[in-house]
């Protein structure tokens, strides 16, 4: 009841290009969905979240798509940079819970 | 303002002693969250704190393990007689909120353990 699933575990992109990381839950009681952006040996950054009483949410290159039905959420990384060359985690949480299940995380690679 | 700072940011523990860890909060945070990463796992939550008081502690393995997070003070995570397994990057974060719409939390840079 409590696990996130994500996918791919690790990405390769060409620069300019997309990325695309996936995420199904279980536990329908979830209602914050936040994406983390980790570097190694730093901590992981919040990047962007939602609520399930929006679709999408766009803070510059990262969009966050969200079906609450299929109880999925990806994140859209337009315009990949090789900066953006880090380990994704998408986590959620219940409003009340407060404590955050991650993904396992996505690796992501931008090649130049 | 600062961000969530945690120390050390590297602790090597043999077999047997004592690990503590330390987090400060971000400035005007009251709520405090530990976590545990693996290698090339991701994070697993632990224990989340108010001032004085443990909220949540589903996380937390049954013995051994304890979190405090005083009055006056960092949060510590302690870890006595640490075994190999114990082996990891322990982060801190740190929220303004509870049970509010929003869950923002911040992470620390890390404590990574390292038990020989």
């Known amino acids: 009841q409590q696990q996130v699933k994500q996918s791919p575990q690790s990405l390769i992109v060409q620069k300019g290009g997309i990325s695309i990381i996936n995420c199904a839950y279980e536990n329908t009681a979830f209602d914050y969905f936040p994406w983390y952006q980790q570097f190694p040996g730093k901590g992981p950054a919040l990047l962007i979240a939602?609520?399930?009483?929006?679709s999408e949410k766009k803070e510059g290159r990262f969009t966050i798509s969200f079906n609450k039905s299929a109880k999925q959420f990806s994140l859209h990384i337009m315009d990949s940079q090789p900066g953006d060359s880090a380990t994704y985690f998408c986590?959620?949480?219940?409003?009340?819970?407060?404590?955050?299940?991650f993904g396992g995380g996505t690796r992501v690679l931008v090649k130049p | 303002n600062a961000g969530v700072m945690q120390n050390p940011r590297h602790l090597v523990r043999r077999r047997g002693q004592e690990a503590r860890l330390r987090c400060s909060p971000m400035?005007?945070?009251?709520?405090v969250y530990w976590y545990r990463q693996l290698p090339e796992e991701g994070l697993k939550f632990m224990v989340y704190?108010?001032?004085?008081?443990?909220?949540?502690e589903s996380g937390m393995p049954k013995e051994r393990f304890s979190a405090e997070f005083p009055k006056e003070g960092p949060s510590i995570l302690r870890i006595q007689q640490v075994v190999r397994g114990d082996s990891a990057a322990y982060f801190c974060?740190?929220?303004?909120?509870?049970?509010?719409?929003?869950?923002?939390?911040?992470f620390g840079p890390g404590t990574r353990l390292t038990v020989t």
């Open positions: 400035k005007g945070h009251s709520h």
């Open positions: 939602i609520r399930p009483d929006v």
């Open positions: 704190l108010q001032k004085e008081n443990i909220i949540d």
């Open positions: 974060a740190s929220s303004p909120l509870s049970g509010g719409l929003l869950n923002e939390q911040y």
């Open positions: 986590a959620a949480s219940k409003a009340a819970g407060n404590k955050l299940t």
